[in-house]
């Protein structure tokens, strides 16, 4: 080998090793593999079944990543206001994507009175989106930048839920005739399940499933339970992670263990209240969570069934080994050593991966070293 094949050798293994990080964990030593930093404040993604990765961009675009590349942005998306914290914000296939090249897409929409999270239903097909239809949006519109939501799920029976922020009116959370600060429940088609909790309510919004919400923007179903669970910001701190049952109230604004910006002040009534759920686990301070999965791979077989929880505030992902819906023990990984994680899931192959919020945002890929 010449000096100069050396050299271009050695180069390429600096590139590579640049590229990928080493951290220690209680139970392993992982690497993260970036596999790209060509992102636009990335907000969610979703795993095709050939491999590909669907990543949604907060200012208005979807790109599909095949072997660290970027596609150009997908054409066909709906009328996309980029504004505060709103813009394009969630993507979930369709449980029968194989079939049907159906995909799920949340969003901060434009209308009458300003904006509010919509989703819109669409068909996938060569870099292109036809068949588009809304078949929700949030009522009222407003003109504030704030509280969003918004993540999207599917359970086992084929039902889309959609988490919702209070758009940055808290008392908006505990009225069931509005939309903000609730979790949403519908049909793939948009239309309305006959068991959802407000249906026969002439004065409450019949797409509700729970309510007192402040921004959920982490969601996923439990692999073993097939409960849907999110995590929600709370103000300073009282950020929370809540199992989600039908017509519960988590309590947001008259009760939280978080605390007024800047002054510190007490909200509502205290941390507890008849009638109002309490959290599973909560966080003070706030980490500031987003992004939710349950791990049920083969990677990393002891952290089988532990929640994971984004941290946009510290860069972290908070691993809760759960017991009988009770977390019984967590762990924080990372420290900012990736940036503010906004997104985390699992991918076919059991490895992890994670969206970091930013205007080079990146996408990591978590994977155990092997002894």
Known sequence: MNIVTLLICS????????DTQQFKTQDYTVNAEQITDSLQHPWGMEFLPDGRILVT???????????????????GLPDIQAFGQGGLLDVMLDPDFSANQTIYLSYAGPGQ??????????????????????????????????HFGSRLQFDRDGYLYISLGDRGDMDRAQDISDHAGSLIRINKDGSIPEDNPFVNNANAKPEIYTYGNRNMQG????????DIWAIEHGPQGGDELNLMKAGTNYGW???TYGVNYVSATKIG?????????????????????????????ELFPKWKNNAIVGSLKF?????????DNKVISEERILDNELGRIRDVMQAPDGS?????????????KITPVND
């Open 219 to 226: 969601m996923a179903m439990h692999p073993v339970t097939g």
């Open 113 to 146: 009175g300003g904006v509010s999270t919509e989703v819109v239903r669409a068909k996938l097909g060569n870099n292109e989106l036809t068949n588009v239809k809304r078949i929700f949006a949030l009522e009222k519109k407003t003109d504030t930048g704030y």
């Open 269 to 297: 009534e205290g941390t507890e209240k008849e009638g109002m759920a309490q959290p599973i686990h909560y966080w003070v301070p706030s980490i500031a969570t987003s992004g939710l999965m349950f791990y049920d791979g």
């Open 352 to 364: 992890i991966y994670i969206l970091i919020d930013h205007q080079n945002g990146k996408l990591y």
């Open 57 to 75: 961009e907060r200012p208005g675009y979807l790109r599909i990543i095949e072997d660290g590349k970027l596609s150009k942005p997908v054409r």
């Open 253 to 255: 604004p008259v009760i």
């Open 315 to 323: 860069g972290q992902l908070a691993r809760l080994t759960m017991q």
């Open 11 to 18: 180069l390429f293994t600096l590139n590579v090793l640049a």
